[in-house]
């Protein structure tokens, strides 16, 4: 089936969901920004449509391949590469002075999801070097920067995040490997696993930023420092030099996102002894701190890998809808989209995606503000945000993800669950997405946790407030069919919330019990709201697609809120049904 980008609902959310409008106001971008929205996606959807997403089934069937510590990417994949890298898409919201563009993150964000969308696999090596490119303008030294942002935002490297060893996965602190200081800089001996485009042919350098120990360190994450360890190290004029020590070892046999070498990499030479080269990137033991600036931003981006597969996926099975003939319908052969089931599963997933959309280009706004608005009290405000909606878009989307992909099977019937019509590879590409970069459940904990206590826990409150506001304004409005699905909702949400943070201190298992649910309420109140917004600006614009936008969110507000309404006893349950003992063999 033939992929299409969504640009015309990416431009429309990007306006009127997420306000793009005051982020083009903002200080240090260019005069005509609104006016570039719709070239910027039109030219991203022709490569998304006629480059990358031909792609997605031969990577899927073919993979990549590891010969002699050689890895070699499916067919096609090198060209693809070069035209992305042809386009300047890499460098689209960094600062011009590292070969950026300087447009904002929320435009780059709607980009973003075209390249997922067309081809998942392919889309985690631009999201991983956009990670470590944020980590070395926040982090690097000058040298550093001047030496790495430039290749790295055109293109010509590319970068990966290397933590997980085999005894330490989401425990950072186990890590083992180690640093050890020689001159001006350090060798490093280590193994790491799972690490997503550790070896390829696509570009002339990878640069991996690895989490390391150095001698004498102190245990657990307090004693973890971050270094940037090149696959070619450079030459005093800033050339490819000699080859490190750094060595795939082997490619993991996957469930999906099969174009994408997930290696393990060993650091040092066994041979010799010699680790391989690398530089601190930041202050000794600081590593966890600098690495974090890389893995929030990937956790926004894995979020919009779980709306851009949903969208894929929901494509797929509306076309299949629309002409297979199954059944009849008032006496006379139908196709399946005749049939009320069919459409309840097709509106599920359609009303989710927008509502995705809508809080995933709103959060990439809130960077926006955090990052350049003129009032300071407005940059925290924004930057708290961002804290607390990053866990929520990174999980509740990735979740959904899997869900919708799964059901674009369900409407295909029993031949989506057969290979050949490629219903099947979203559903398995999407799987990752809940584990990647903190597993959901962390990020669940993350969100009740830290999230809830950041600025005297007052970070979800001001979101309810502006919640209830818009609710004033629906009534005044007479959106009253709106306003009975989404009250309850925030009503749920604003008494989870107070019993969460009335636990803090005192029963720490009961809140991490209820994390999940918790999260799985907020994502969905906000992706109610969101729609809710989409609609009312359709209405604003009498778009000629209001009908379909109206029937979205109040399926949305009748259908799929109440159930995440009803999550509130589960929330507050508490973990005495958990108790570790119940689990004893």
């Not at 999230?451 to 629906?474: A, C, N, S, T």
Request: with cysteine.
């Amino acid at each position: 089936m033939t992929y299409r980008a969504p640009t015309g609902d990416l431009a429309f959310q990007l306006r009127h969901v997420a306000g793009f409008a005051g982020v083009a106001a903002l200080p240090g971008f260019d005069d005509g920004l609104d006016e570039l929205v719709e070239p910027v996606l039109d030219e991203a959807a022709k490569l998304a449509e006629d480059k990358l997403a031909p792609l997605n089934a031969v990577g899927d069937r073919l993979g990549a391949t590891l010969q002699d510590g050689v890895v070699t990417m499916a067919p096609g994949f090198a060209e693809a590469f070069d035209a992305f890298v042809d386009g300047g898409w890499k460098a689209l919201p960094f600062p011009v002075e590292h070969g950026g563009q300087n447009l904002p993150w929320s435009l780059a964000f709607a980009v973003a999801e075209l390249w997922h969308s067309a081809n998942l696999a392919f889309g985690n090596c631009p999201l991983l070097t956009q990670g470590a490119i944020e980590a070395l303008v926040h982090h690097g030294t000058p040298a550093q920067r001047q030496r790495y942002l430039h290749p790295l935002c055109a293109g010509r490297w590319t970068a990966t995040m290397c933590l997980t060893e085999p005894q330490a996965g989401s425990d950072l602190g186990a890590i083992q490997t180690k640093a050890v200081a020689a001159g001006d800089a350090y060798r490093l001996t280590g193994t790491k696993i799972y690490i997503t485009y550790g070896e390829h042919d696509l570009a002339d350098n990878i640069l991996h930023l690895v989490l390391a120990r150095l001698e004498g360190a102190p245990p657990g994450p307090k004693g973890v420092s971050l270094f940037l360890v090149p696959k070619w190290r450079l030459d005093a004029k800033g050339h490819l030099g000699e080859r490190n020590h750094v060595h795939c070892l082997g490619l993991e046999h996957k469930l999906g996102i099969k174009a994408g070498p997930t290696c393990t990499l060993r650091f040092g030479d066994d041979a010799t002894g010699e680790g391989a080269w690398a530089e601190l990137v930041g202050q000794p033991h600081d590593g966890l701190r600098c690495m974090f600036t890389m893995m929030n931003n990937a956790r926004l981006s894995v979020g919009l890998q779980g709306l851009a597969i949903a969208e894929r996926a929901c494509q797929q099975a509306l076309a299949y809808a629309r002409q297979r003939v199954q059944g009849q319908r008032h006496g006379q052969p139908t196709a399946l989209i005749g049939h009320a089931d069919v459409r309840r599963m097709l509106m599920t997933m359609q009303s989710q995606i927008l509502a995705m959309r809508g809080l995933v280009l709103t959060a990439a706004a809130a960077i926006d503000h955090a990052a350049r608005h003129p009032d300071a009290l407005v940059r925290r405000r924004m930057a708290g945000r961002v804290e607390l909606l990053t866990p929520i878009v990174k999980a509740w989307c990735t979740d959904l993800g899997v869900e919708l992909a799964s059901l674009a099977i369900q409407v295909h019937g029993g031949i989506g669950y057969i290979e050949e019509t490629g219903a099947a590879q979203h559903l398995r590409d999407a799987r990752i997405a809940p584990i990647y970069e903190g597993t959901n459940g962390i990020q669940a904990l993350d969100l009740v946790g830290r999230k809830m206590r950041l600025d005297q826990g007052e970070l979800p409150w001001q979101l309810f407030e502006e919640l209830r506001h818009e609710l004033r304004e629906l009534e005044v409005e007479g959106a009253h069919d709106l306003v009975r699905g989404l009250r309850p909702a925030l009503a749920n949400a604003e008494a989870a919330t107070r019993w969460i943070q009335g636990q803090h201190g005192h029963d720490d298992d009961a809140v991490s019990a209820g994390a999940a649910p918790y999260l799985r309420l907020m994502g969905q109140l906000l992706g109610g709201f969101v729609l809710v917004r989409g609609l009312r600006a359709a209405e604003r614009l009498h778009r000629p697609d209001l009908p379909w936008r109206r029937a979205a969110a109040r399926f949305y507000t009748e259908q799929l809120l109440p159930p995440a309404s009803a999550l509130l006893p589960a929330i507050i349950a508490g973990s005495t049904v958990l108790d570790p003992s119940l689990f004893d063999a």
